[in-house]
């Protein structure tokens, strides 16, 4: 019996993105309601930089799973400002620097996946978090 879904999400584990306006919601109403979900801290973090591999390998095996078992061929990724997994590991100028940088993780481990399965779809989404409110989320061009 077949029980695919259509996307994976890869985001942070924060729970202001669930809250209200975050990105549980917006997933939803742009992409439906079935999906698969990995929640890491720094979501695509820890496939660009991680503090070990076993963190990169558990990501993989997870997208692999998705792949493989649910019939995914399209994975958002999904980073937000003020994320302390970033926080705790970057000192960022100012909003400008620190979505750069949020952005150019999404577009590395974007990279990192197509190499891999080339028949994903990889969307990447940047929530804008402030204090305990989620503002909203954009959907970024890639650029490979
Ligand atoms: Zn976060």
Known sequence: MSHNCNYLVIRCM????????????????????????????????????PNSSAYTIHLLDGVEISYSLHGVRKIILNNHTECGAYLKTNTFANAEEERKKLIDDLQTAAKLII??????????????????????????????
């Open 14 to 49: 924060d729970w202001r993105l669930k809250e209200g306006n975050g990105i549980t919601k917006w997933l939803e109403d742009n992409f439906g309601t079935k999906y698969d979900e990995i929640t890491i801290a720094g979501g695509a973090k820890d496939l660009v930089s």
């Open 115 to 144: 190499q891999k399965y080339p028949d994903i779809e990889v969307i990447l989404v940047l929530s804008t978090v402030s204090g305990v409110t989620t503002i909203g989320h954009e959907i970024i061009q890639q650029e490979i």
